[in-house]
């Protein structure tokens, strides 16, 4: 009988036989795969060899019109600044410099609108970008700044300020849901008094096109600031001579030439007048006009108007085309700086009676609407320009013929007194 030994010793056989062939090509699998293995990692180091001696392509086509386009915005801006500049050199009325402003802005952001300095109020003055609604609300809003905290402290300040929202200010409700958004207000100063608030909603590339907006800001309170002093030049130049100028026309006109000689050589030669710039920018108190800048002294130039304002028609009638001058370059000069203060004293009393002067030429009763403001830009008038101007030529009537009127004298009806230069 075999033994146990012998019978594990046939089982093992046994099963050895019948796994071997099983084994075999199980074996035979693994060396296929070994071999496939291999193959695969040889290519794969060959791939990978490729990719190391493959050239990639420069970056610097793609840096080059990237920074290209970069560098051509920043010139077109720059050459849109300059031209606005430039632009600016031929405006002489804040009206104008102040639509200017406006329309530049209007590149650089959506939305922009001018508060103008009245006293101790704002008053809305024009507007680029919002709806037609918003748009006439804003041009004759006219509150306390005291009302809104927001645009008193941008006004008190010497750089613009950022406004996360402008709906939480109650005094702005009539701007609607277009007060919600980021917007910028740049303050507009002239002989260091405040002027205007420039508000513009804030554009998506904040380094660029707010830079933009600032720097047209900037230009035209320069610009502002230049028309102002030459004013202030011309009155210091004429307003020491005007008592004697004065006296010896109206000798003239009455025959009392010798009476006249004979008081003014008893009389002390008049003090010199110094100029009043420096009396602008020590002068704390609020100004409305730019005319009022170049006449601080004027008691009635500190005075609020009441007219309500509305959105400027900028196109004002073209001068009439006087004949060529024969007078001597002096008093050319002197008779070119008069049409520029009555042009000056007559576009400001539009700017902020705009309404009163469309309703005005209606009704043809514009002198009589506007008689507070006439007068008192009429007196600011014969007290700045020389007599012997002022004798010759009325170039205030002429500007308020010319720009209220639209060049038709009926418009300003019975009550106006005229020209005061006989014909």
């Not at 830079?211 to 047209?216: C, E, F, H, T, W």
């Not at 100028?245 to 008049?270: M, W």
């Not at 420096?278 to 800048?293: G, M, N, S």
């Not at 002294?297 to 009441?306: F, Q, V």
């Amino acid at each position: 009988m075999p033994s146990v030994q012998d019978c594990a010793e046939r089982l093992r056989e046994q099963a050895y036989r019948t796994l071997l062939p099983q084994v075999r090509e199980i074996g035979n699998e693994l060396q296929k795969l070994s071999s496939s293995l291999t193959d695969g990692v040889k290519l794969l180091e060959q791939k990978l060899d490729a990719l190391n001696h493959v050239e990639l392509p420069t970056t610097e086509p793609v840096l080059t019109e990237l920074l290209g386009g970069i560098i051509r915005q920043k010139k077109l801006e720059a050459s849109e600044l300059l031209a606005f500049a430039r632009r600016l050199k031929t405006k002489e009325t804040q009206e104008e410099l102040l639509a200017s402003l406006l329309d530049a802005v209007q590149k650089y952001t959506s939305r922009a609108a001018l508060f103008a300095v009245r006293g101790d109020r704002f008053a809305g003055w024009s507007s680029r970008g919002f709806s037609d609604e918003v748009a006439h609300n804003l041009s004759s809003c006219v509150f306390s700044r005291e009302d809104c905290e927001l645009f008193e402290t941008a006004l008190k300040g010497e750089s613009p300020i950022a406004a996360a929202d402008l709906s939480t200010q109650e005094a702005l409700t009539f701007l609607g849901e277009e007060a919600r958004g980021e917007y910028t207000l740049v303050p507009l100063h002239v002989l260091q008094r405040p002027v205007a608030l420039l508000v513009a909603a804030t554009p998506g590339d904040e380094g660029s096109e707010s830079d933009a907006i600032s720097l047209a800001a900037e230009f035209t309170t320069l610009r502002l600031e230049n028309v102002a002093l030459k004013v202030l030049r011309h009155l210091s130049e004429t307003v020491p001579e005007r008592k004697e100028v004065k006296a010896s026309a109206a000798a003239v006109q009455s025959g009392e030439l010798r009476q006249a000689a004979a008081a003014q050589v008893s009389q002390p030669a008049p003090a010199p007048v110094q100029p009043v710039i420096e009396d602008a920018i020590r002068t704390p108190a609020p100004v409305e006009t730019l005319a009022a800048l170049a006449a601080i002294e004027t008691p009635a130039a500190a005075e609020d108007g009441h007219g309500e304002t509305a959105e400027p028609s900028i196109q004002t009638p073209p001068p009439v085309k006087q004949k060529e001058s024969t007078r001597p370059p002096e008093e050319e000069k002197l008779h070119s700086e008069a049409k520029r203060f009555a042009r000056l004293l007559v576009s400001e009393i539009k700017l902020y009676n705009e309404n009163q002067v469309a309703e005005g030429r209606r009704n043809r009763d514009l002198y009589s609407r506007l008689k507070r403001d006439v007068d008192r830009s009429r007196e600011m008038y014969e007290k700045r320009v020389s007599p012997s101007v002022s004798c010759q030529m009325d170039y205030f009537h002429e500007e308020i013929i010319r720009i209220l009127g639209d060049n038709d004298p009926s418009t300003l009806g019975s009550e106006y007194p005229g020209s005061r230069v006989e014909s």
